[in-house]
């Protein structure tokens, strides 16, 4: 898995445009993520070339919230993303519409008490996942360096069967959890270099 994602985030890097004309895009975003029922605020920052074609680096979190619907469990879950994208552009001018997909890993943290029980707590335990993500959107620049950026994204693990026995620690299996997939809409502002 670890040899996976360094060769991923290699090839993000090498895709990056090393001309001397070439750009490179920094953008810090936040908003939410939604999968199902649950909203959560999220954050992250985004490293790409400014070429037409161009590789990504994407990482994003989702703090812990409490999720609701699992039986005398009080359960809160944050999520990982890290992901080398491939970005394609559209360059016209001052409103950049892109697309972007890659591959990468989702990891969730799962953080769970028993309140009947006097808020027992049963530890943290955490699954790493192999996922792929892929949408898109545009930036507008007001001038040569700075410009704002929305962007949706729908990420999803490759092995979607997700329970208990996924992670560590638990001998508990087929507790209902949340789908390993999920949207995202952000805004951020991008930096060009």
């Not at 590789?55 to 703090?63: M, N, R």
């Not at 999520?79 to 950049?96: D, H, S």
């Amino acid at each position: 898995m670890s040899r996976l994602l360094g060769t991923m985030i290699t090839l993000s890097l090498v895709m990056v445009p090393t001309a001397a004309h070439a750009q490179l895009w920094l953008t810090p975003f936040a908003g939410v993520g939604t999968t199902g029922d649950l909203t959560a605020a999220t954050v992250g920052v985004s490293v790409a070339g400014g070429g037409v074609v161009s590789g990504e680096l994407d990482l994003g979190f989702t703090p812990g919230q409490g999720l609701d619907g699992i039986p005398l469990l009080d359960i809160d879950a944050s999520m990982t993303t890290i992901m080398g994208n491939l970005l394609v552009r559209a360059p016209t001018g001052n409103v950049q519409p892109y697309g972007s997909g890659g591959i990468g890993l989702m990891r969730l943290s799962l953080s769970a008490d028993v309140p009947i029980l006097g808020d027992i707590g049963l530890g943290s335990v955490h699954s790493n996942e192999l996922a792929w993500n892929a949408g898109g959107g545009a930036v507008f620049f007001a001038g040569d360096r700075v410009g704002i950026r929305g962007d949706v994204r729908y990420f999803r693990a490759f092995d979607t069967t997700l329970n208990l026995s996924d992670f560590t620690d638990f001998d508990i299996d087929d507790i209902p959890l949340p789908g390993f997939d999920f949207w995202r809409l952000t805004g951020g502002v991008t930096f060009r270099f």
